[in-house]
């Protein structure tokens, strides 16, 4: 009695869709490696000034205008240290990463800045990009933005820049003659438009990695 031969059947479909895996997976691999060649030959130089620009963040340093002095030696014009306050309302975020609601910035804002809240609010909402919320504020109100920050662990969106604020200790007296500065700290009348030059002194630049 002979024996029946087994016969082997050939997976035919199995073989086509091993090859068209395969022929899917390099050509997968060849645009990779067209995609890495053309970013690193072609777009290189480029994504490298880019990422640098990134990296680095400039300020100008605002100089302290100069003191002007009566003959006695008494201060009647002095420069001293305030801040300004940025925001990015979309970057507000507690240390968690969730975004701050837009109407708790508003009352915490409005009341440690003396802002109205409604407009503050509005601000908030309508402004998608950085602006100044304040400008020239002094020591302790930062002191109280900086303790909401921490008490409520936000650590992004806000950004306190240093500025300087022109005082004139004897208020009037002598105004016509001292004069006075602009938003900029330019003089605009006076002794303080004269002596612009020699009071206002160089911004400097400091740029440093963020």
């Not at 205008?65 to 030696?73: L, Q, V």
């Not at 014009?77 to 837009?102: R, W």
């Not at 440690?112 to 304040?134: A, G, M, Q």
Request: hydrophobic share 40%; glycine share 6%; charged share 25%.
């Amino acid at each position: 009695m002979s024996k029946k031969r087994k016969i082997i059947k050939i997976d035919n479909l199995g073989q086509k869709k091993l090859r068209i895996s395969l022929a899917v997976g390099f050509i997968l691999l060849i645009l990779l490696i067209i995609r890495i060649a053309f970013l690193q030959f072609v777009q290189g130089a480029d994504l490298k000034e880019s990422a640098v620009k990134n990296q680095l963040s400039s300020k100008t340093i605002t100089p302290n205008r100069g003191t002007i002095y009566d003959s006695t030696g008494k201060a009647l014009a002095i420069s001293a240290k305030v801040d300004t306050v940025s925001v990015n309302p979309s970057q507000i975020k507690y240390s968690n990463g969730d975004e701050v609601n837009k109407e708790i910035l508003a009352h915490a804002f409005s009341d440690i800045f003396d802002l109205d809240y409604d407009e503050t609010l509005e601000n908030l909402n309508t402004k998608k990009s950085n602006f100044v919320l304040v400008s020239k504020v002094e020591n302790d109100k930062i002191s109280l933005l900086e303790q909401w920050m921490e008490t409520n662990k936000v650590n992004s969106g806000i950004t306190i820049t240093e500025d300087v604020k022109r005082y004139y200790p004897y208020n009037n007296l002598a105004s016509n003659l001292i004069g006075f500065t602009g938003a900029e700290n330019y003089g605009l009348a006076g002794l303080e438009a004269t002596l612009d030059d020699i009071l206002s002194g160089t911004p400097r630049k400091n740029t440093c990695f963020n």
